[in-house]
Antibody, heavy 122, light 107 residues
Framework: EVQLVESGGVLVQPGGSLRVSCAAS????????MNWVRQAPGKGLEWVAN????????NYVDSVKGRFAISRDNAKNSLYLEMNSLRVEDTAVYFC???????????????WGQGTLVTVSS | AIQMTQSPSSLSASVGDRVTITCRASQDIRSDLGWYQQEPGKAPKLLIYAASNLQSGVPSRFSGSGSGTDFTLTISSLQPEDFATYYC?????????FGQGTKVEIK
């Protein structure tokens, strides 16, 4: 059974830093692209970043470029999101998402974790 | 960046109704679009990928169509468990982008 379990969400002050993690199991983690998607309280979904199977390619939404860094440790079946210079508007539930990449082209977000809440507030 | 515009933002419908949700991209995205369902307090669930491919295990009353800039999610006969918020997602180019969501409520 595929499982994605996020952790690390806490209350942090504006300008602070935080790393959230995702522990993956039930599939060959090193063979899948992975994503972070966030959802601010009462708002819609926002794609944040993704990373290729071997970590050689990473992509970000403009609002987090230069502040957030996605990484993975395939030996530990883990995905990470390092967040720096946090802003109030980064407050959200952060979901870890597997991307099946159908036909080598289409992104298929087929498994989602339950999310971890990051609150940025003074 | 590609912008995704969903309509309507919300709708009220009855069990058994046919429901259509549309998503428009600000530029041609071929068929690189997925549809996701989110119930309150839960993680989203994949319904449709590549514009018209039904994800395994998803009921056949859900269908997707479209290509280029205009896409549609159709629920042929609304069931009680379908009351939720629906999002489209373009995966044609970075940054990927979701539509703002369509909340389907009980009439």
């Amino acid at each position: 059974e595929v499982q994605l379990v996020e952790s690390g969400g806490v209350l942090v002050q504006p300008g602070g830093s935080l790393r959230v993690s995702c522990a993956a199991s039930g599939f060959t983690f090193s063979s899948q692209w992975m994503n972070w998607v966030r959802q601010a309280p009462g708002k819609g979904l926002e794609w944040v970043a993704n990373i290729k199977e071997d970590g050689s390619e990473k992509n970000y939404v403009d609002s987090v470029k230069g502040r957030f860094a996605i990484s993975r440790d395939n030996a530990k079946n883990s995905l990470y999101l390092e967040m720096n210079s946090l802003r109030v508007e980064d407050t959200a539930v952060y979901f870890c998402v597997r991307d099946l990449v159908f036909g080598g082209r289409y992104s298929v977000f087929d498994y989602w974790g339950q999310g971890t809440l990051v609150t940025v507030s003074s | 960046a590609i912008q995704m515009t969903q309509s309507p933002s919300s709708l009220s419908a009855s069990v058994g109704d046919r429901v259509t949700i549309t998503c428009r991209a600000s530029q041609d995205i071929r068929s690189d679009l997925g549809w996701y369902q989110q119930e309150p307090g839960k993680a989203p669930k994949l319904l449709i990928y590549a514009a018209s491919n039904l994800q395994s295990g998803v009921p056949s009353r859900f269908s997707g169509s479209g290509s280029g800039t205009d896409f549609t999610l159709t629920i042929s006969s609304l069931q009680p468990e379908d009351f939720a918020t629906y999002y489209c997602l373009q995966d044609y180019s970075y940054p990927f982008a979701f539509g703002q969501g369509t909340k389907v409520e009980i009439k």
